[in-house]
């Protein structure tokens, strides 16, 4: 049972604490010096603080990130609602080929109205492009340069303020005789021919057919849109998805040298026209026996048999490594509109899909563009470099407003990897299948290819070339790649064409 305590000794304890009153203000003080929710209202405050902080400097660097690295591609870009904001001020500028002709200018008539005039027409017509109904080629990409002007205030001072100023103008890469031979020599097939120079970068000529003209480009605007079986105004040479064929063994070949760097010399294959593998097969060329083949051997003589048991042996990992760092499912380093080049194996693939893939066939697409950039990274000693279309770029009074300076995207592979396959490249032309590039005053060097593709009716082959030459000073000059449609083999089709390329570089170019 509970006793209640007095009242008395309640009296007490109040009188004892009434002595003590300094105490009692003692703590009453502690305890408002550091109050709970004062705390946690200074450290809310603090964190908004921060968090202000960190999203102004934020949005800052954004900004400079926008004005320093993408102004170029923003003002450039098609999607850009305000790039022709200027066609009241400016006439739109004209544009070079590096030999100094013109390949773009504006015609301005009497009563003022302007037309654009193509004077090569057909042959640069998706390099170049057009700048009505939309825009494409360069005359999309070099839009703000085209309407802008440097001109100096003196120079526009003196001009009629009422009228328009000329806009800057564009100096390409592109050599009109080897963009003209580059035209020709692809005739009547569809496909491209892309020819640069593997130590810079620059692109000397780019060729995609079927082809329009872009003096006629309103008149025909609604055939071609409406065309979808052509796809006329599709730039095959960065756009144009395609199998790669046998000159994707370039790659199968540097992913087992890198598998086998001390035996590779070594390695031996009993070719006998065809490769059986759990219920898949793969076949050389109409069946041809090769016999005992060394690798090299085997890379000139594109023996597929060889590279599908390669392919079988490296597996799929090693096959996507040297892919993924080649740029495959990943954009290129430059800003000229182009696919994205394909590659998909995986871990869990059949022996079939292996063989195909080490051979340039299966899922594996590839621009023409991408394989150029693989030849040139042979040719350069294991380096990529940007390729680049405008040389720079220049005012109407002659001021220079900007130069491309050529740019090394990144080493690939090293000087030795680079050299082994160099020397097969040269092997396939001394003695494999394009022996018909071997009867020249320069060294050519490259990789043949039939790409198959679809089944049926609807099955075809078509024909490739890549490789590159060397004149007296040693050193890689000129990088070609052809893609000719349903052409057939590389060395009936893409290797003749490629041909002619190099001896108008050789003939006309680089004398």
Request: hydrophobic residues 35%; glycine residues 8%.
């Amino acid at each position: 049972m509970g006793i209640k305590p007095s009242g008395r000794k309640d009296k007490n304890k109040a009188e004892k604490e009434k002595k003590t009153p300094v105490k009692v203000r003692e703590v009453h003080l502690e305890q408002e010096a550091e109050p709970a929710d004062a705390k946690g209202r200074n450290t809310e405050l603090g964190i908004v603080t921060y968090a202000f902080v960190f999203l102004f400097v934020l949005m800052i660097g954004y900004l400079v990130y926008l004005n320093g690295w993408k102004a170029e591609s923003l003002n450039s870009s098609s999607y850009n609602t305000k790039q022709d904001a200027n066609e009241d001020k400016y006439v739109r500028g004209s544009i070079y080929s590096s030999d100094g002709q013109v390949l773009a200018y504006t015609n301005v008539a009497d009563d003022g109205t302007e037309t654009r005039i193509y004077p090569y027409g057909n042959v640069f017509s998706h390099v170049i492009g057009y700048s009505s109904n939309g825009k494409s080629g360069l005359e999309s990409t070099s839009n703000s340069d085209l309407m802008t002007s440097h001109t100096s205030v003196l120079t526009q001072l003196r001009e009629d303020s009422d009228e328009k100023q000329l806009g800057d103008s564009v100096y390409t890469t592109l050599n009109t005789t080897l963009q003209q031979t580059a035209y020709s020599a692809l005739g009547s097939y569809n496909g491209a021919v892309i020819a640069m120079e593997p130590d810079t970068g620059k692109i000397l000529a780019m060729v995609s057919k079927p082809d329009f003209d872009p003096n006629a480009i309103e008149d025909i605007w609604e055939q071609v849109v409406n065309d979808s079986s052509s796809s006329v105004l599709l730039n095959r040479a960065t756009q144009g998805l395609y199998p790669p064929g046998s000159t994707f063994k370039i790659l199968t070949t540097l992913a087992y040298i890198r598998e086998n760097p001390t035996t590779y010399s070594d390695f031996s294959f009993t070719c006998e026209g065809t490769l059986e593998e759990s219920g898949a097969s793969i076949h050389c060329y109409n069946s041809k026996v090769h016999g005992v083949v060394d690798l090299k051997t085997a890379f000139a003589k594109s023996c597929n048999t060889t590279y599908a048991s390669i392919g079988l042996g490296l597996g799929s990992t090693s096959l996507a490594s040297v892919c993924e760092e080649f740029l495959f499912n990943s954009a290129l380093p430059t800003s000229l509109q182009h696919s994205t080049s394909q590659f998909s194996l995986s871990s869990s693939a059949s022996y079939g899909e292996i063989m195909q893939t080490a051979i340039g066939q299966g899922d594996t697409l590839v621009t023409p563009l991408h394989m150029a950039l693989i030849t040139a990274t042979v040719a350069n000693d294991g380096v990529m470099m940007r390729p680049y279309l405008v040389d720079y770029v220049e005012a109407n009074d002659g001021t220079n407003v900007s130069v491309t300076s050529s740019s090394k995207y990144k080493r690939l592979m090293t000087t030795d990897e680079a050299a082994i396959l160099q020397e097969y490249m040269e092997e396939t032309v001394i003695s494999g299948t394009a022996t018909s590039l071997s009867w020249f005053d320069f060294t050519v060097a490259g990789k043949t290819g039939s790409a198959e593709y679809g089944s049926g009716d609807s099955a075809g082959t078509h024909s490739w070339f890549v490789g590159y030459s060397t004149g007296e000073g040693g050193d890689a000059d000129l990088v070609v790649v052809v893609i000719a449609e349903d052409g057939g083999t590389g060395s009936d089709t893409a290797v003749p064409i490629a041909s002619q390329v190099f001896q108008a570089y050789y003939n006309y170019v680089a004398g």
